[in-house]
């Protein structure tokens, strides 16, 4: 076991770990747990890191820990597809309807979106990842990935003009 190749793999990607937990649990204490038992196991199996950038490998760790918290807790899986129709409100015409919105606000929609299209948007635009890689961390494949951030970005937009509309 390396702990030189453990820290250069894992922590200089902790916040993106607490960042992705912390929206799926929807909870800042349990993210914390999440991350520290993610960072165990990958310190246990750093030896099984192919290359040296283990981001997405962190990162699927800590999405798998999640997995398992759900179950813990007694909510079976977070990861359930959902119907994607989508009612878009007629008073909604551009993109460009809901970028006032706060980032504040805007953290609040992610948060209240399904936990698959959460995940994808956090991956995404919040930790930067591509495609490729957010396909790696989720163990999807990349059209599955390109359409569920198509999906959420689409309701993130339906949910921002309708919170302006009220």
């Known amino acids: 076991m390396s702990r030189a190749r453990f820290d250069a793999a894992v922590l200089p990607y902790l916040d993106d770990g607490y960042t992705l937990a912390r929206y799926l649990t929807r909870d800042g204490e349990a993210a914390r747990d999440v991350v520290q038992e993610a960072c165990l196991r990958a310190l246990r199996h750093v030896d099984s890191l192919r290359g040296d950038d283990g981001r997405n490998w962190f990162l699927s760790i800590v999405r798998s820990r999640c997995v398992e918290w759900f179950r813990e807790q ?7 597809e ?5 009612h878009v409100s007629d008073t909604v015409d551009t993109v460009d309807d809901y970028r006032a919105a706060t980032p504040d606000v805007v953290l609040t929609a992610v948060d ?3 936990a698959v299209f959460r995940e994808v948007i956090v991956l995404r635009e919040l930790c930067a990842l591509s495609y490729r890689a957010i396909a790696e961390v989720t163990g999807v494949p990349t ?5 569920r951030l198509a999906r959420a970005r689409e309701r993130l ?6 919170r302006e509309t009220q």
């Open 143 to 147: 059209g599955t990935v390109m359409s």
């Open 74 to 80: 007694g909510r079976g899986t977070v990861f359930v």
């Open 82 to 86: 959902y119907d994607d129709t989508i």
């Open 157 to 162: 937009r339906v949910m921002l003009s309708e």
């Open 112 to 114: 209240a979106l399904p």
